[in-house]
T-cell receptor
């Protein structure tokens, strides 16, 4: 069985300050982990993925995430928020192959000027 | 490079009506799936398919039917719409060990 918990439903930051979106997972096996972003009235876009290679994963738009097995975490970070980062972010866990993906409930990132 | 195409983008139904949400992908992906997205609930899996002729239920399958006669298409059918099915529906596909590619969604309102 697998599950994912996004620890914050909303995160508010000021433009230019760091972003931290927290995600914890549980999985019986070595998982694949993803972060997706959804802008208003849009589909979901892949930000980055972890598939058992390097534990620090770099994604698009300056985002990165670190896989920490000991903490079962996969937190998403960005050094400096931009207004265009305002969106909803989903952490996703999957086993290998075609197994189904499990989505977190999402974190809404609000960026103020 | 169309990716995953969903139609229609918006739909309003009356309770008891039926309709089919269309989904097509041109990436030769074996895996296709349907999710519904509701506020505060994240995305919940309705049905999925790992290849033509093979479908299976996800987390919330009741009230929905699917079929997979070709690799490209994976329609979702609502046989008798209910207000509880008001939601945004996303179709997604993936290849083996690759991330999901999403369509832009269908916003369905059942009155």
């Amino acid at each position: 069985a697998q599950s994912v918990t996004q620890l914050d439903s909303h995160v508010s930051v000021s433009e230019g300050t760091p972003v931290l979106l927290r995600c914890n997972y549980s999985s019986s096996y070595s998982p694949s982990l993803f972060w997706y972003v959804q802008h208003p009235n849009k589909g979901l876009q892949l930000l980055l993925k972890y598939t058992s290679a390097a534990t620090l994963v770099k994604g698009i738009n300056g985002f990165e995430a670190e896989f920490k097995k000991s903490e079962t975490s996969f937190h998403l970070t960005k050094p400096s928020a931009h207004m265009s980062d305002a969106a909803e972010y989903f952490c996703v866990v999957s086993l290998s192959g075609y197994s189904t993906l499990t989505f977190g409930k999402g974190t809404m990132l609000l960026v103020s000027p | 490079n169309a990716g995953v195409t969903q139609t229609p983008k918006f739909q309003v139904l009356k309770t008891g009506q039926s309709m089919t949400l269309q989904c097509a992908q041109d990436m030769n992906h074996e895996y296709m799936s349907w999710y519904r997205q509701d506020p505060g609930m994240g995305l919940r899996l309705i049905h999925y398919s790992v290849g033509a002729g093979i479908t299976d239920q996800g987390e919330v399958p009741n009230g929905y039917n699917v079929s997979r006669s070709t690799t490209e298409d994976f329609p979702l059918r609502l046989l008798s719409a209910a207000p509880s099915q008001t939601s945004v529906y996303f179709c997604a596909s993936r290849g083996s060990n690759s991330p999901l590619h999403f369509g832009n969604g269908t916003r369905l309102t059942v009155t």
